[in-house]
DNA sequence: GTGGTCTAGACCACT
DNA sequence: GTGGTCTAGACCACC
């Protein structure tokens, strides 16, 4: 599963515990449904080899997922997509989960007095370099 | 200095440390010239009430500051922003202050398969509400 | 705290968990009444000393418990019991909590041949040494 | 022999591992008498097809009952239990092997703060409800 | 191969 | 003092 080595991505510099970041990723993966029930999703090893994290660090965020029902262990398997999980949820729901990090960078851009439009500006540049047209 | 009771908004449900926050809060505030060379900022006491935080959690980030020469100490008076600091950084340097929160805003878009165009509207209606127009 | 080196007791040859022990006996004192919303438990490293075991074993058992709302954090302070937390439950429902070993023990009993009339003897002698009388 | 579909039973909910489970449950077995020497048990694929368990955990329990003496292996046959080993024990000594599930009960009835006289009442019922009179 | 549990021990954030 | 995060690495249970 040498092609999911970029399956999560991290950022080790921010004060964001790694196992939250991990978590919240899998979360909105799943909430706009780009990963769907039964899917597998990679194993603790070849996670923490990719991120170059330790073992239990992947782990800890993967358990976190299964107590709250969005992930499934299965005894000497690969963990997947719990079956009966809250399905994706509709595109209002998931721009609400938006909001937060967007009330963070208007709170930023007045605090640096960057006017809107240039604020919008840019984040119309990033959002179109990022993963390309959606 | 009772009007400064909102001088910082914190988050404490986040992951973020409050001194932290209170650093980088402070330091765009000087980035954009909102803050100038003698200005007194409001106590220890004063914010930590406001604030509802241990004091000397905004006691070590006035001593970040301090010792980043962003604030200066004088013994039995209010501290204030520094004679000789960085003065404010012109406009292109501070939208680039801005951008790793876009960044991060635009991922989460992507994860949660928002369009660019609603998350950039959603962006939009924050700037206008936030603190009015600059 | 020296009086509470006692707090938990562990059974470090079973195939249960340590963590999962502590767990479920802090549920069971909640689900009793004997610890109520707001008191404070001992803190990891006190358990983990008089227990002889390492400060993360215990810590794993008090996140899941907070995550699950019995325990509540306090930055920097010791961890107490949640104000809002399903109150102590009535003698029924606790009754019910000891159904699963005790039906373990039936299991057993009848595997082992023993005749019901010497199990019941034998719980009797134990529960009348064990805390004394209830 | 697929009237030994029950041969065994299993918690598969437990975190106490299978393979234990079914070595615990012989061990009783032999103990009470209710297997004796000479007596075949199920074949590995016969009792992981009726508890729908990987063959290899059947497997493993059986080996290490095996090692332990208790069960013989004979090539191209049913395993056996094993004529040279310790003959069913003793009343009082089996009596003794409930103790730990009991004292465990008991624990658990002083944390719900169950009465000993309303825990033994619910004992008795399970006890009579199991395996019916013995 | 899968995930889980635990230890020893460092360093961080906060009161 | 409090709890949290992470690493390095051992050993276990299961497929």
Chains 1, 2, 3, 4 share one sequence.
Do not use: C, W
Not at 81 to 99: C, N
Request: aromatic share 4%; no cysteine.
């Amino acid at each position: 599963m040498s092609s999911d080595s970029h399956f999560f991505q991290i950022n080790t510099g921010s004060t964001e515990p790694i196992y939250r970041q991990l978590v919240e990723q899998l979360r909105r993966r799943v909430a706009s449904g780009q990963l769907v029930a039964g899917q597998e999703i990679p194993s603790v090893r070849e996670v923490a080899q990719a991120l170059a994290v330790h073992p239990m660090t992947i782990s800890k965020a993967y358990s976190l997922l299964e107590a709250e029902g969005l992930l499934e262990r299965r005894r000497g398997l690969a963990m997947r997509v719990a079956a009966q999980h809250k399905r994706a949820q509709p595109a209002a729901d998931r721009l609400d989960l938006l909001r937060p990090t967007l009330e963070r960078a208007a709170a930023e851009a007045q605090q640096l007095e960057v006017p809107a439009q240039q604020a919008l500006h840019l984040f119309d540049q990033i959002l179109n370099q990022e993963g390309g047209a959606i």
